[in-house]
């Protein structure tokens, strides 16, 4: 895999635990989030309507979105409640002295 | 057991208890009876993205046609006119009959009519189903100037949409404040702010006197004598829950059908659930109806769990949205019995928040923002609510800490 694939997103004194940073690269729009086992990465914007999750609740494993309330799994992006019904992308994360990276595609 | 499952009304609250059932339950015959032809469709598109342009029909399904093949839950285009409780039987217009075992009526809510002379009952509009909206869609892409009579989520929400469509709106309300029924004053008059802003004229504390067709242009005259000319008119004042085919019955009905808090109506194997339900509520100690999306998926999904043997009492606290212009607000719980508000921000592009307290606790809570700005703290404050908690009163009205903090006293 191409090493420049690998964005660094910031410290990962950066992110609280159970809360989420956005993260801005080129045109496109991330949240990396820190849960009790890690850090994690999803597309930046809800799958039902354009808005940033950057905003939303982020409770164990799971991300709200803060306009209706769809929720996904953070780990597997999975679409778990209404009206979010199309997945989220994820990405792979990585932590290397203390620095979160995420590898974009 | 195998049993006769049917559910009456082919809206949200139904397709949600059918796929409930069925997880729970393979064994039975499931299927819903729907007077539209559509799969059960989402209704809040309709008056936004629908009207923009931004969603299309297809868009709308919860589901498609695949999963309830899948699920073996049947779909049958009906419309039902006399039941019969006692035999466990429906009849439709024609006389087929319908038999169950168990039956769940989730027929809806219907809209609320103005009392108009008769040659002008087909000038004004309602905006409920799929196909109101079309027709509405179609004729105002050639109007100008539109009035919507009545100001609450689905007339506001229309006159948001027409606007960015750049058609004049006039909205004409009753009370003295748009929303009245649910949003406290403090976040209507914000909402009524951004209206104005962006062009529409908002006329409170008018009564509608009359209404005159002359041509193509109407005459909508007023209780203070004024009159507004306008293209078209598009009227939202409410709605009534969906019983006329029970008022000759048993099942106990007021202000919709009452139900306990398990959706088990006065009938035995008569479940009711969604906008038509009067259900008990446990934290609230009343009977309420909502009329939300949220609920219709819960309350469905509840029946679907009592109706299939999982005994679940129905506890979700209400939430509902609305979207106009770029705004998003929340509203959560109920905000019409406290003795405490408490203010959060002041600024909608942060957000705003208003607190209700009825002995320290919360009961209710109604924000506004930029989108995106109050949906966490009102996810937060359904939380608090529901743990009926004492709460910091100094965290809520400090927009600087967060509201986690309460949930993490848990």
Redesign the interface.
């Known amino acids: 895999m191409a090493e420049e694939n690998w964005i660094e997103v910031g410290s990962t004194d950066s992110i609280e635990e159970?809360d989420l940073i956005r993260f801005d690269h080129q045109d496109k729009t991330f949240c990396v989030y820190r849960l009790t086992d890690g850090f994690y990465a999803t597309d930046g914007i809800c799958t039902h309507?354009a808005?940033?999750l950057?905003?939303?609740?982020v409770m164990d494993d799971e991300i709200?979105?803060?306009?209706?309330?769809g929720i996904f799994n953070i780990k597997s992006g999975e679409a778990l409640s209404?009206?979010a019904?199309e997945d989220l992308k994820t990405y792979p994360v990585k932590v290397d002295n203390d620095k979160i990276f995420i590898k974009i595609d | 057991m195998q049993n006769n499952i049917i559910i009456l009304g082919g809206g949200q609250a139904a397709i949600y208890a059918a796929r409930e059932i069925r997880k729970n339950d393979t064994e039975s015959n499931i299927k819903i009876l729907g007077e539209e032809s559509l799969l059960p469709y989402e209704r809040p598109p309709l008056s936004k993205d629908f009207l923009l342009d931004k969603k299309n029909e297809e868009d709308l399904f919860f589901y498609s046609s695949d999963v309830l093949i899948n699920e073996n839950i049947d779909f049958d285009n009906v419309s039902i006119n006399k039941v019969d409780f006692e035999n466990k039987k429906l009849f439709t217009k024609n006389e087929s009959v319908y038999s169950y075992d168990i039956l769940l009526i989730s027929t809806g809510s219907e809209n609320k009519k103005l009392s108009l002379d008769d040659n002008l009952n087909n000038d004004v509009y309602y905006l409920r189903n799929l196909k109101e909206a079309k027709i509405i869609k179609e004729i105002v892409s050639n109007k100008n100037q539109i009035t919507i009579i009545g100001g609450g989520f689905i007339g506001l929400e229309i006159a948001s949409s027409l606007s960015q469509l750049q058609k004049k709106v006039t909205v004409i309300e009753i009370g003295n404040q748009l929303m009245g029924r649910i949003i406290p004053k403090q976040i209507a008059d914000l909402v009524q702010n951004t209206h104005i802003e962006n062009g529409n004229e908002i006329i409170l504390n008018k009564q509608i006197d009359k209404i005159i067709k002359k041509n193509d242009i109407y005459e909508i005259l007023l209780n203070d004598n004024s009159l507004i000319e306008t293209d078209f008119v598009i009227a939202g004042i409410g709605s009534t829950p969906s019983v006329k085919l029970f008022e000759n019955t048993n099942l106990k009905l007021d202000n919709g059908i009452v139900t306990n808090q398990f959706c088990e109506t006065s009938i035995k194997d008569v479940y009711a659930a969604g906008d038509v339900s009067n259900f008990y509520h446990p934290l609230y100690e009343k009977n309420m109806r909502l009329e939300s999306y949220q609920h219709a998926q819960n309350h469905g999904i509840c029946a679907g769990k009592n109706i299939s043997g999982v005994k679940t009492e129905y506890t979700s606290i209400p939430w509902m949205w609305s979207d106009q212009f770029n705004l998003n607000l929340q509203l959560t719980g109920i905000c019409d019995d406290y003795d405490e508000i408490i203010e959060r921000g002041n600024d909608i592009n942060n957000g705003v928040i208003y607190f209700f307290l009825k002995n320290k606790k919360i009961r209710g809570a109604c924000g506004l923002g930029i989108v995106g700005k109050v949906g966490r703290d009102i996810r937060i404050t359904s939380k608090l609510i529901e743990k009926n908690t004492i709460v910091d009163k100094q965290i809520l009205s400090d927009q600087n800490q967060k509201l986690n903090k309460l949930i993490l006293k848990l």
Do not use: A, I, S, T
């Open positions: 159970e309507e808005v940033h950057e905003d939303g609740l709200e979105c803060p306009m209706h309330q209404p009206p019904c």
